[in-house]
């Protein structure tokens, strides 16, 4: 506790006289108690500090615990808010903060830390304005083993964005300076002695008790010697006006700008001044799109120790534009389509030879379906809906501004090509027919599955996308099909991370357990085509190469159990939509089942019965359970080898559900177990 002793003589050294922000109910600094939070009891408790001054949960006194979780008295703040955190986590362990809205099943993480420090560190997160009270939850994990713990000292809620700032509170609201041994950010005003302070008056107060951050080049000894002043990260999308005030001098030189720097490093410049000097504080607003997690860089570079200064103060946001000529917001989800109720707006160049046509399979052993459900529509290009031997197919999407980085992805499916040079291409098209790029081809054979592809692009003109299929003579070709197409903004490498209640087995099991009690089988996450023939799945239904979860029905006898268990779920008050794929091929299949447990007791909610098809088929389930439940996931071996199942894609979502889709309960030859013999 030494490294918590430490930084808490810090953190109270660092306190400024400034004025300070309002606080927002469930801001604590744990001087006179917890405010309220309490620890939950169904984990390891947070202990405070005999002194006060912060909360602790220390590894030595864990027990047989993994983590402790505090959580906060419910709040009801309907704005926008900032939560900023002061922490330290020393030896090892991690610290999470997650939102439980009321009446939800579950918890949404919205920001992890495990970087360990010898003093405090600062937060910043954001909290959307909602209409839903919430609690916050900070899960601490230190490891084990001695001399291992997660220390909270501050949690503030004030009104408003992460990204604004003043610079009167002593943790800068957790905007951090990028070290330079010669130049950096400093705070001006009534704490700074630099001989550069008496230039300026605080923006915000216009005297010299207020606070702002400046950089002076009496220090700079090379050329281009830069400082860095660097936001939190934001951690949910946000787009509008971020304003400022600056106040410049320049004797021989110094390049002033401002930048966006995303989880992936890349910078983009989105503002710097077109004046040398200012005579006093200036305001700009400059327009600012954040659809993913991103910082904002002031970063000043100077040319020799006679560049002058910089100095900013008053960094606010507003969720509306601050210019009437800013780009209109990018819409890219036009150019996504599912085709389950046509083509979206995607069309073929040529009317009179229609080389793509919207089919749908029923569901069956045979052929496969499509990706969305399993049994809805999809696009197939084939030399038998044209009357020409061969053929070239272009489908054309809609124009999108340029300018803008866009995400593609889309679902591809091909099967009797004896050539695959030119089953499939996708273009870049200029809204001229121009094509701009060819962006991606196939590079290895197909293995009848539906694979997914991503791909990221930016132009700088109006563009679309084009699919292009080209056959040269019917021995040759065979069926190319695509599905599920999406664009959004960003790069595909910038993943909004895990979503509490889905999983594609992607990453791990997603805290599933096996029922020991009642089952004599395990189900298997595994990859790629199921050993035995004639049964199973050839590839995930996530991506086509990924991971998924089944049972195999070599390892099983007749009437064999597997049980799937979800961890424990809170309960919600309102309806609440199971979404799933499950795949279910082979001439002896058996059951599956989807049961709700609630205490000792458990309720059947869906059911399958025999052979269903040779696709991944989506099943919706509505349930209501307002009380701690789990769902299983029951599969029971059939009478032969051929008895494989499999399931991906598990989500729960707020019910009832959009699409009933899969409204059946229950279906198959028989409802009777007793059909199988154990």
């Known amino acids: 506790m030494s490294g918590v002793r430490l930084a808490l003589h810090v953190l109270l050294l660092c306190e400024f006289l400034g004025a300070q922000q309002q606080l927002l109910p469930g801001s604590c600094n744990f001087e006179l108690g ?16 005999e002194e006060g001054h912060l909360i602790t949960v220390d590894s030595a006194f864990l027990n047989d615990q993994e983590q402790a979780v505090l959580v906060s008295p419910l709040l009801d703040q309907q704005d926008w808010s900032c939560v900023r955190l002061v922490y330290q986590i020393t030896g090892g362990g991690s610290l999470q903060l997650h939102l439980r809205p009321d009446g939800d099943n579950f918890d949404y993480r919205l920001w992890t830390a495990n970087r360990v420090s010898d003093s405090w560190l600062i937060a910043s997160v954001d909290l959307p304005n909602t209409t839903i009270p919430y609690q916050i939850l900070l899960e ?21 964005y992460c990204i604004e700032c003043n610079f009167e509170e002593h943790h800068l609201c957790g905007y951090s300076n990028s070290w330079n041994p010669n130049v950096n950010w400093y705070v001006g005003g009534s704490v700074a002695r630099e001989p550069e302070s008496n230039l300026l008056v605080n923006h915000t107060n216009n005297n010299q008790r207020g606070h702002y951050m400046y950089v ?45 720097r995303d989880q992936l490093g890349h910078y983009e410049e989105i503002w710097r001044p077109e004046v040398y000097a200012t005579s006093g504080w200036t305001q700009v607003s400059v327009d600012i799109k954040a659809p993913h997690p991103l910082e904002v860089v002031f970063e000043v570079a100077f040319n020799s120790a006679r560049g002058g200064y910089v100095a900013i103060d008053d960094i606010s946001f507003s969720p509306e534009f601050c210019h009437t000529d800013t780009e209109p917001t990018v819409d890219p989800s036009i150019a996504s389509c599912d085709f389950e109720n046509g083509l979206c707006l995607y069309y073929q160049e040529r009317t009179e030879s229609k080389v793509w046509s919207r089919v749908s399979v029923k569901p069956n052993a045979y ?15 084939n030399t038998r809906f044209t009357s020409q031997p061969g053929y ?10 340029g300018n803008h980085k866009y995400c593609l992805r889309f679902y591809y499916l091909l099967h009797g090509f004896r050539k695959l040079d030119n089953a499939l291409f996708l273009y870049i098209y200029d809204e ?6 060819k962006v991606w081809s196939l590079t290895d054979t197909s293995r009848a599955v539906w694979t997914e592809v991503e791909i990221t692009y930016m132009k700088p003109m109006l563009t679309k996308v084009v699919f292009v299929s080209i056959c040269k003579n019917f021995w040759e070709c065979g069926l190319a099909a695509i599905d599920d197409i999406t664009v959004s903004l960003g790069d595909c490498r910038m993943t909004a991370g895990s979503v509490p209640g889905q999983c594609d087995f992607e990453g791990g099991v997603c805290g599933y357990t096996q029922d020991k009690r009642e089952d004599q089988a395990d189900w298997l996450r595994v990859r790629g085509h199921t050993p035995t023939s004639y049964t199973g799945a050839r590839g995930d239904h996530t991506t086509g190469v990924g991971y998924f979860m089944y049972i195999e029905a070599s390892l099983m006898r007749p009437g ?35 049961l709700l447990r609630r205490g ?55 019910g009832p559900c959009e699409d009933p889709g899969d409204v059946t309960p229950y279906s198959g030859f028989s409802e009777y177990f007793n059909e199988i013999e154990k």
């Open 367 to 381: 052929r496969i379906g499509d990706h969305t459900t399993g049994t809805g529509c999809f696009l197939l290009a």
């Open 216 to 260: 002076d080049s009496v220090y700079a000894k090379h050329f281009q010697e830069v400082a860095k002043l660097t936001s939190p990260m934001t951690t949910v999308p946000i787009a509008g006006c971020l304003s400022f005030y600056y106040n410049r001098d320049q004797e021989r030189g110094n390049i002033f700008s401002v930048f966006t």
């Open 600 to 654: 000792a007791r458990d309720s059947l909610l869906w059911r399958r019965r025999g052979e269903q098809s040779v696709s991944w088929t989506r099943a919706m389930v509505d349930y209501h359970c307002d009380v701690r439940h789990q769902i299983i996931f029951e599969a029971i071996r059939g009478p032969t080898l051929r008895s494989d199942i499999a399931i991906d894609d598990i989500g729960f979502k707020r």
């Open 432 to 437: 001229n027919n121009v094509a701009q790029e």
């Open 392 to 401: 070239v197919g272009r489908l054309h999407g809609p124009l999108l501004p």
């Open 34 to 49: 917890t405010c309220g939070y309490t620890s939950d009891p169904e984990y390891g408790s947070w202990s405070m500090n």
């Open 140 to 160: 601490g994990r230190p490891e084990r083993g001695s001399g291992n713990s997660v220390a909270i000292f501050e949690i503030h809620i004030v009104p408003g």
């Open 560 to 594: 064999h159990k597997a049980r799937l268990l979800t961890s424990d779920l809170r309960g919600s008050s309102s309806p609440q939509c199971l979404v799933f794929y499950h795949h279910m091929y082979g001439s002896g299949t058996g059951i599956l089942s989807v």
